[in-house]
């Protein structure tokens, strides 16, 4: 057989050429053979491939991704070099100062150095928040240096992290204006475009030049990879509605805190948004984000992706954002339906507040962070969300997008998911069009921060994306069932198959199918699904085949096949797959077909080891952890007893508390068997610390968490519980109730009134219970009332910041005027007969007997009441 194969080899040339000459014969062209974007992202030649194949292939050129254009809202052009040096001036010599050092407080798996570079100016300002930062990082394994920093120019700079790599560092944080390098290239459209550019210092064993002498690097030779990660929070350019650099970075720094604390959070979904010139490459960039999010909100319809579509779904709760849009640095541009511009200003961004931590912006220029309120600044400064971004300061973006978003789905941090892309970029060096794109890439924001979760779905893919070589099914050898050969990396349930098909003709239904492996080939078949003729979707779409259904699952390890057919194909059916070029040649050879009742290799049978453009996506169950589910905790009080038991879920017990940061105040102590913290506060003050526990599996499970507990002289203001807030009650007696904060000698005092200031208050005093009901004697009238408690002693607790509010209602009164009389009877009789207005202050209020509806019996009730001395109307239970 393997023979036959081989002779099949000398007879590929003959195959091709008649495999054109058929849809010559057919009158079929090839831009309609091969899909309608040719022009847009791929070209087809006819080649001799290294094993002297001759064939028609599909030819990506990521160069002919539509490059990102300069769209301004303002039609501001982008400030230059010259313009930047002008206005920052003449600088002071370079000054660095070592401002503190953190190492790991317990030994813990991260072991990262990292640095914190602040301009010296800034740090006094921000130091506490610094402060909190610093223990939040120590607290995770890093250990953590903080410098002041002055004066100076890039390369001194990059002169002192280059020393402090030498010493093991692994990232930076760069915190306001400190020396900025840039660099400059000359564009294909004949002007020199300069640009600020972080890469020169993750870049740190590379030899950047300065070849004209203009203070613009122009080179960049050696060992082009970078080395390590760098962020920046760079909020000086920011001055919207009288906005200052100091209070951005407090605001920043609290939101990043309340981030790793678990009490800032948004749902674990992505929105990928792209606009019309890259709709060809869309499908694929959304099953990239799949690397790292699960669920999706993936927008590319043409006639949809507007301005004000846009923004509407800022505020829908994204964990992630990546926009694909024309830009510049105050706006994205968007095509309408009607060839016009819409945009997408800074300053809607600002106002906005988008709910989103994290960002990927293929939006040229909208991260120049040189520039006046530029937008990827306001993405991440915005008053309650924004973390971090990537994004470019010239005409470029990201491309690759699996390279990123898979590190970022393991749980790595933004920094080092940021930098793995870049390594990869820099794999054989950059060509020009790579250092267009590519160079200008930066990472605005904390680059520590990670995904709040990893996701529950897994993208398994061993082609390159370089969509190359062509194979219909059938072709003129006989050749069919082409399928690719998976191997998940855990247990696993299979969700969905994905085919890269590059054209289709007849009428011919297809037929997708799952079957075990032999390690090399397929054995017993799985499953099946069948695709309607009608339903087929061709390149740059992917055809997406829902299998969750089929509940199909593999263990850590476990191979299995994933290919298709056509069903009962006539003359003339074809439905061809793409694969890519099989280069650089592996030793996997995981695509495979049947041919002449014998399986085969691609590599076996055509000496091409090439990947046929087919993914699996499957599921798994959440990963074995253990959780502390405490996230805050209770103030303590000077001289008074102080015990909290910290919570967790997941593990396997006996699990083992300790400190990694920071410190309890003093007085206090843990448990390290029973994660108890217990004794008398001493000092008064707010302390900040890192708890961490461990379980007992073999590898041990860990989680931390970031917990602070101040102490205070006097008791802690009691919890509001019943009524609860905006509560309607139609019992003018009502019960109170509140948490128990009082020592045994202390009392609580109860108010209620109906302003919200208090002027006039009911008050009871000297209350030993934490429960008081009005008496029959004093009801309430039906009015909107307020109430509030508090502990007495010698240091009173002081009332709540925000008093509950209930109304009391008239069961009946529908027209909400306080009065029941016949005006209800009528109102709810109009409701229900003439659809009047509901009653108020809910349609419940005109529920007279008490069944939970509103009918017509209720106005029978209520006017029997009134009329004939009837029964006083029934409030419905659920109220």
Known sequence: MRVIKKLMMVLVLGGVILFVLYYLQNDISLDKVYGLNLQKDSEYEKTISHSGIEGLIRKVNIRKVTELQWRDSEDQKPISYREWKEKVGEIGPFEVKLARKNSEF???????????????????????????????????????????????????????????????????????????????????????????????????????????????????????????????????????????????????????????????????????????????????????????????????????????????????????????????????????????????????????????????????????????????????????????????????????????????????????????????????????????????????????????????????????????????????????????????????????ALFCFDHITGSADARVYVWNSDVTFPTTLLDSMDIPHDSIVLYPDWQVVDLSSKNITFMQDENFHIGYTLIDPSEGDTLAIVSDDGLPVGTEHRSTEYRGGFWGTLYEDWGEDVNFMIRAVVQHGPEPEVIITTITLPDGRIDYYYQQTLELTGGLPPYTWDLTAG???????????????????????TFNFTLRVTDSNDPSLMDIQHLSIATRTSALPPELHTPIDLAIIYDPTPTFIWSHTAEAEETYTLEYDTDSLFPAPIVYEDLNDTVFTVADTLPLPHLTHYWRVQVDSLNPSGYQSHPFSFSVYICGDANNDYLLDLSDVIWIANYKLKSGPEPIPTILAGDTNGDCLVDLSDVIYLANYKLKSGSAPVPCEDY
Request: charged share 20%; glycine share 10%; net charge negative.
């Open 106 to 496: 317990r030994m813990m798996e991260n072991g990262m150095k990292f640095c914190v570079l602040v301009n010296s100016s800034l740090y006094g300002s921000i130091q506490s928040s610094l402060d909190q930062y610093v223990m939040d990082l120590t607290g995770e394994g890093y250990e953590v240096e903080v410098y002041t920093s002055s004066g100076g120019n890039p390369e001194d700079l990059r002169s002192f992290l280059q020393g402090k790599y030498a010493l093991g560092l692994n990232g930076c944080l760069l915190v306001g204006d400190l020396p900025i390098a840039w660099y400059e290239i000359y564009m294909e459209t004949g002007w020199w475009d300069n640009f600020p550019f972080d890469l020169y210092y993750m870049d740190l064993n590379g030899t950047f030049e300065d070849t004209t002498s203009n203070g613009v690097y122009d080179s960049h030779t050696g060992d082009v990879s970078p080395e390590i990660w760098v962020g920046r929070l760079t909020a000086s350019p920011l001055t919207f509605d009288g906005a200052d650099e100091v209070s951005l970075l407090q605001n920043y720094f609290q939101k990043n805190h309340l981030y790793r604390r678990g009490l800032l959070s948004l749902d674990h979904r992505a929105l990928i948004y792209v606009d019309d010139d890259w709709v060809p490459w869309s499908v694929e960039w959304n099953f990239d984000a799949g690397g790292a999010y699960c669920e999706r909100t993936f927008v590319n319809v043409e006639s949809t992706t507007v301005d004000t579509d846009y923004e509407s779904r800022l505020v829908q709760n994204y964990e992630f954002v990546q926009i694909c849009a024309h830009s510049g640095s105050n706006s994205h541009s968007f095509d309408n339906p009607f060839g016009e511009y819409t945009y997408t200003t800074n300053y809607e961004v600002k106002t906005i507040d988008p709910l989103a931590f994290f960002y990927n912006l293929f939006a040229c220029y909208n991260s120049r962070y040189v520039k006046e309120n530029y937008m990827g600044g306001w993405y991440i400064f915005c008053d309650t969300y924004g973390l971090a971004a990537v994004g470019c300061t010239k005409s470029g973006a990201m491309l690759y997008f699996g390279d990123f978003y898979r590190p970022l789905g393991e749980g790595k941090a933004m920094g080092e998911a940021y930098c793995d892309w870049f390594v990869k970029r820099a794999e054989g060096g950059f060509e020009d069009w790579e250092i267009s794109w590519f160079y200008g890439m930066t990472l605005l924001g904390d680059p520590t921060l990670a995904l709040g979760k990893k996701p529950l779905c897994r993208n398994i893919l061993y082609d390159d994306a370089d969509y190359f070589w062509v194979w219909p099914i059938p072709d003129s050898y006989g050749g069919d069932y082409f399928n690719v050969r998976f191997t998940p990396a855990e247990d696993c349930t299979l969700f969905k």
């Open 663 to 685: 410190n309890l105040p003093d007085g206090l102590s843990l448990n390290s068997s029973t994660g108890e913290i217990t004794g008398i506060p001493s000092v008064l003050d």
